[in-house]
């Protein structure tokens, strides 16, 4: 399984960037996928996931009506919306997808996935 994430970039606070994220491998929509990001000597932490038939979606509180996952299946691509971003929201971006099969549970734990992509940069100036 292969993903590579795109999109980041600087942006002013209460600005918004959509990153993408293609994977290839395997049959893309039977697999959950999700977002996490990684500031600076910080832990590695759940943004959003979204189910294999994208009609369960999970967000973590911090990120709650700001940011969006999607997923176009007919594309291999998972996508998050960023809207109103904050300075603490400077990170390095990482779509990820497990390895098991989880229907529409949504793991948030970062050892529950296997399949990372190598990152993206997102920085929000004040």
């Known amino acids: 399984v292969q993903l590579q994430a795109s999109g980041g970039g600087l942006v002013q606070a209460g600005g918004s960037l959509r990153l993408s994220c293609a994977a290839s491998?395997?049959?893309?929509?039977?697999?959950?996928m999700a977002w996490f990001r990684q500031a600076p000597g910080k832990e590695r932490e759940f943004m959003a996931g979204i189910s294999g038939s994208g009609g369960t979606t999970y967000y973590t509180d911090s990120v709650k009506g700001r940011f969006t996952i999607s997923r176009d299946n007919a594309k291999n691509t998972v996508y998050l919306q960023t809207h109103s971003l904050k300075p603490e929201d400077t990170a390095v971006y990482y779509c990820a997808t497990p390895y098991l099969l989880y229907g529409s549970n949504i793991p948030s734990r970062t050892f529950e996935y296997d399949f990372w992509g190598q990152g993206t940069q997102v920085t929000v100036s004040s």
């Open positions: 491998g395997r049959t893309f929509s039977r697999y959950v």
